[in-house]
C-alpha cells in the first residue's frame, strides 16, 4: 500500500533501530544464566569434602567452589564454577589436575552439566574397585569423585533428592529390628550390614538380604519383588 506525504517532513526514525534497542532492553530484563563470557568474580562459596579410598595411603580433599547468579532476586541461583582436587599422594597428580581443568570448564560453560555425575560414575578401574566406609561400591577413584560432585550438586539444588517413602522407611527398618533380632550385626550408612549381604543394584551398597523369600536393599529399599 501506497501511503502520499502531504505535509513538510520534521522528523525521521529507523525502525530497525528501535526495535534492536527493544531487544536489548528485553534481554537486560532476562535473569542471567551460567555461560563462558561470566568472569570470575573475587569471591566464590566453597565446599571440600573428604574422600579416604582404601587403596590409598593418603585422603583427598575435593573443593568445588560456586558462583551466585542473579543475587538477591526471586532467580537467584547457585551454580558450581571451579573444582579442585588436593593430596600427599603424587602418583595422581597428572590425571588429576587435567581432571579438575575439564571439569571447570564445562561448569563454566554452563547448561546442563547433571550428566558429568553419570560419566564419572561409569568408570571403572580394571584393577577391581573397592568398598567404601558403609558398605557402598565404588567401580574406581574417578567414579567416587562423580559420588562426591552429585552430592554437592543435591546440597545447592541442581539435582532433586529422591526421598524414601514413609511405607519404605518403615519396610527397612523392620527388617533391620528381624536381622538384629536374630542376632546379624545392622547399622547406618557409616557402619556395615550383614556379613551375607550382597551388592545392591541401585544403590551399590552391599545391604541386599534375603528375608521371606524377597531379596530387599538394607539402604536404598530397593526390592527385587517389586
Same mark, same amino acid.
Do not use: W
Given at each position: 500500500m501506497t501511503v502520499r506525504i502531504e505535509k513538510k517532513i520534521v522528523d525521521q526514525r529507523v525502525l530497525k533501530e528501535e526495535n534492536a534497542a527493544n531487544e536489548e532492553q528485553a534481554a537486560e530484563n532476562q535473569p542471567l544464566v551460567m555461560n563462558e563470557h561470566i568472569e570470575r568474580p573475587e569471591f566464590l562459596l566453597g565446599t571440600t569434602y573428604k574422600i579416604k579410598p582404601p587403596i590409598d595411603d593418603h585422603a583427598m580433599y575435593i573443593t568445588i567452589n560456586d558462583i551466585i547468579l542473579n543475587e538477591g532476586t526471586d532467580h537467584e541461583t547457585r551454580r558450581p564454577y571451579e573444582v579442585?582436587?588436593?593430596s600427599k599422594n603424587m602418583e595422581h597428580f597428572q590425571w588429576v589436575i587435567a581432571l579438575?581443568?575439564?571439569l571447570s570448564a564445562v561448569f563454566r560453560k554452563g547448561g546442563d552439566v547433571t550428566f558429568l555425575v553419570e560419566e564419572l560414575r561409569s568408570v571403572h578401574d580394571p584393577s577391581g574397585g573397592y568398598f567404601?566406609? +558403609? +558398605?557402598?561400591f565404588m567401580p574406581s577413584l574417578v567414579a567416587e569423585i562423580g559420588y562426591v560432585i552429585e552430592k554437592h550438586m543435591k546440597a545447592i539444588g541442581l539435582i532433586e533428592t529422591e526421598e524414601m517413602s514413609e511405607l519404605t522407611q518403615r519396610m527397612i527398618a523392620e527388617k533391620k529390628a528381624a536381622f538384629e533380632t536374630n542376632g546379624e550385626p545392622v547399622s547406618n550408612a557409616e557402619g556395615s550390614y550383614p556379613s551375607n549381604a550382597?551388592?545392591? +543394584?541401585?544403590?551399590h551398597t552391599k545391604a541386599m538380604v534375603m528375608m521371606d523369600g524377597c531379596e530387599t536393599c538394607l539402604a536404598c529399599g530397593e526390592s527385587k519383588c517389586g
Open positions: 579442585f582436587i588436593n579438575t581443568r575439564v567404601k566406609k +558403609g +558398605g557402598v550382597t551388592v545392591c +543394584g541401585k544403590c
